[in-house]
């Protein structure tokens, strides 16, 4: 039995397993098809737009699906495409990547065949939420914060950078000390902006943008707070006719961001939001106690790939009453590639009863993630 992904609706996907589990084969697996129609693999009568949210504080852990502009090669998974589904490997046309303004050259160096541009935003698609997001000032109760947030609400139709800058060189409600802080808050903004360019005029249907946050002077808590930003930007972006398209979005090995609890709880009401403006979200991670319960259970979709703690299955099966069967041994046993399934909306109740046992189908992309081995082979 096939089971099919509906791209016409809306779903928040919760992935998880250890690594080497098949976890990123299996986004590669979804997301490929989001983007365009692959003969015997999927019907998509409209693609969607793209992105994938990746952080980490080391230059080796790189962003695994810029290999999506390459067919599959991989001989036993070709065989497996054309024997069991009748498909041949193909290929992402469209894909960029998005990276900080310092890291341009370095990446237009190590990705030569994908174009890439820097991470900015225009004021025009910042509103005062977006504003303390990128200063971090978000849930941030000190007094000169507040008395920022006064100076917000003040330039409301008309923040700018500019706007901002002399709004704190005048304003009699901050002393000298407060000045320099929130200087020092909003140069972490300005990094960022840039009005020439909207960043919402980047996402398009058919097209897949890779958000590669890999720099050592962002902070985990910073790089949250960019990924809400953007998902914020990328909720209301349009075709240029004005007509909407439905987005498919994935945070990439979200434990290694998600651990501030005021920040996560924003993607909760995020997730809320989402799920009424076309907007799909996958949350990948390799420790599902770092997520909140809340995420889980707003779950549409959940795949398991293999973990063997204990701990993670009951903190899973807290959010979740229907993969309360699930035993450690089931979970440990599964091989690389298989994974415990289940949807709260099906045309096949089995799946909304229990987890249901599953394998991943070969991917048509080639795919970018392997497991560095004691011996240095992926």
Known sequence: QKIALDLNGTNTISLFGVQGAGKSYSIGTVMEMTLRQFQNVNYLS????????HYSESEDYKPEFTSMIYPNTKP???????????AQPDRVRDIVLLVPKAKV????????????VPISFASSELGIKEWKFLMGAANNSALYIKQFNNLLRSLREDITLANLENAIATTKLL????????????SLAKEFINDA??????????RLLLVDLRDEFIEKDDALSIFVVMLNIFAAARQEDGS??????????????MANKSLTNVIVETIRE????????MIASQDPPSLPTEIIELSTILLAHRFNSPQWLKHIQKALIHLAHLTPEEMAGLKQGEAFFWTSK?????????????????????HGGATLTAGGKK
């Open 76 to 86: 036993d998974e070709v065989n497996k495409l054309r024997q069991g589904y009748q």
């Open 197 to 206: 360019v909207e960043l919402k005029q980047l996402l398009k249907p058919g």
């Open 346 to 366: 099906s045309n096949d109740p089995k799946f909304t009863h229990r987890a249901v046992k599953i394998k991943t189908r070969p991917r048509v992309t080639q």
């Open 105 to 116: 050259l370095e990446r237009r160096q190590e990705y030569p065949n994908i174009p890439v």
């Open 274 to 281: 989402m799920r009424h403006k076309g907007i799909s979200l």
């Open 46 to 53: 409209h693609p969607l737009a793209g992105v994938i949210f």
């Open 244 to 257: 909407t398209f439905n987005k498919f979005i994935v945070f990439d090995e979200a434990h290694k961001y």
């Open 175 to 186: 002393s000298a000390a407060q000045k320099e802080l929130a200087t020092m808050r909003l």
